[in-house]
């Protein structure tokens, strides 16, 4: 890569004729055939589109330089086609943590599919290792998790996959990079065969599209890939990949300053929180040196993410909290130029039931913080005018 990522991420190339500074939107699902024996260069959008063909070949330059990117309508989409690359008698490792519609997702697979999915710890290579075998095909890795902070040592668990018998099996190590996004973490050098992510989330960054890219260096996958798209019908349309081609282009300078935001307001948790009247103020954030796995965080990535959690060990507080923020909406998701605040078991991972989540251990009164642009110092006095509102500071 000839300029830094930063400069990479604004410069979308595209081969426009009459030399548009922005990539054409092509909002066609039809191109015409130059004659009946002459074939243009796309004949049908769900086969290919040229506003989808220039946001692909951004985000691949941008995803590592990538052999090959693929954008598809959510991220969940992009889970879905990596997932049909599972054939008969293939097994799956995946995180006790994950996304909770990826979590959804696997739980199809193995309650009407039939494949076998192992959920491990995959902050402990030597859980992976247990359940490696000559039958896995797909290591489904998550780092950090949301709202828990698991951390996986990706290049570690990599290496074991590819010394493991699963090796014999073509195992693909699928890393879902969403929370670190190109600039934080690279999943290719830390050994990823599959890289993808939400684009729903820091890629877009405005809450207005839903779309999921993929990204493979193997010319192999990229085929096999592009057959599934093709034949599943969940490549994305025209307008979001023009949407999504015009919000990547922001994403340095938003993420930059999320992941600023994000420190100082753990700063300040870091601070208030034991002064807090709850059982047990746990503060969850990759910045912060607490955090189980701040070490091997530093070592893989280049950033902290704009997602903070906490705990407060009390399900009734946490509740009222997530109610008394006035800037920090309640809402699903992250990765928004706004900061939002929701309380996880409700809401994004709900999907995941009750009892499952208890044998996780996933915590019930955890609240999720997800950092935007706003001013610091705004979002600090908001979350500490809820905690006097909540009643568990006096100050
Ligand atoms: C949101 C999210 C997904 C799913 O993406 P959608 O675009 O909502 O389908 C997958 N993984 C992670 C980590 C996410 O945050």
Redesign the pocket.
């Known amino acids: 890569m000839a300029y830094s990522l930063e400069t990479e991420i604004v410069a979308v190339e595209h081969d426009d004729q009459k030399h548009a500074s922005v990539a054409p939107l092509y909002q066609s699902a039809t191109f015409y055939q130059p004659g009946l024996n002459q074939m243009g260069d796309y004949d049908y959008t769900r086969s290919g589109n040229p506003t989808r063909s220039t946001l692909e070949r951004h985000v691949a330059k941008i995803m590592g330089n990538a052999h090959a990117a693929f954008a598809v309508?959510?991220?969940?989409?992009?889970?879905d086609v990596i997932c049909r690359l599972i054939r008969l008698g293939d097994e799956v490792i995946a995180g006790d943590d994950?996304?909770g519609?990826?979590s959804r997702l696997l739980t199809y697979l193995r309650t009407q599919q039939g494949v076998t999915v192992h959920h491990v710890d995959t902050s402990k290579v030597s859980e992976v290792q247990k359940a490696l075998n000559k039958h896995t095909r797909i290591v489904l890795l998550?780092s950090p998790?949301?709202p828990a902070f698991k951390i996986c040592d990706i290049p570690a668990v990599s290496a074991a996959v590819k010394q493991s018998e699963a090796s014999q099996n073509d195992v693909l190590v699928v890393v879902?990079n969403?929370?670190m996004t190109p600039l934080a973490a690279n999943p290719f050098e830390l050994g990823a065969d599959i890289w993808?992510?939400?684009?729903?989330?820091y890629l877009c960054g405005h809450h207005d599209v839903?779309?999921?890219v993929i990204a493979v260096q193997n010319e192999q996958l990229a085929q096999d890939i592009k057959f599934v798209i093709n034949a599943n019908g969940c490549g994305l349309a025209p307008f979001g990949c023009w949407l999504l081609l015009r919000g990547i282009k922001t994403l340095g300078v938003r993420f930059e300053k999320q992941q600023q935001n994000a420190v100082e307001v753990a700063k300040y948790l870091e601070l208030v929180g034991p002064e807090l009247q709850v059982p047990q103020f746990e503060l969850k954030f990759p910045g912060f040196s607490g955090l189980p796995g701040y070490e091997v965080h530093k070592r893989t990535t280049s950033g902290v993410g704009a997602v903070i959690s906490f705990r407060t060990h009390d399900i009734a507080i946490s509740e009222r909290l997530v109610d008394a923020t006035k800037l920090f909406k309640i809402s699903v998701?992250?990765?928004s130029v706004n900061s939002l605040i929701s309380l996880p078991c409700k809401m994004?991972h709900a999907s995941i039931d009750a009892q499952t989540r208890a044998e996780r251990g996933f915590p019930e009164d955890i609240v999720r913080l997800c950092i935007g642009i706003e001013n610091a110092q705004d979002l600090i006095d908001d979350l500490e005018s809820a905690f006097r509102k909540t009643g568990i500071l006096s100050r």
């Open positions: 309508t959510s991220g969940m989409g992009a889970l994950l996304y519609g990826s998550e998790t949301n879902d969403t929370m993808y992510e939400s684009a729903t989330k839903m779309a999921g998701s992250f990765g994004s």
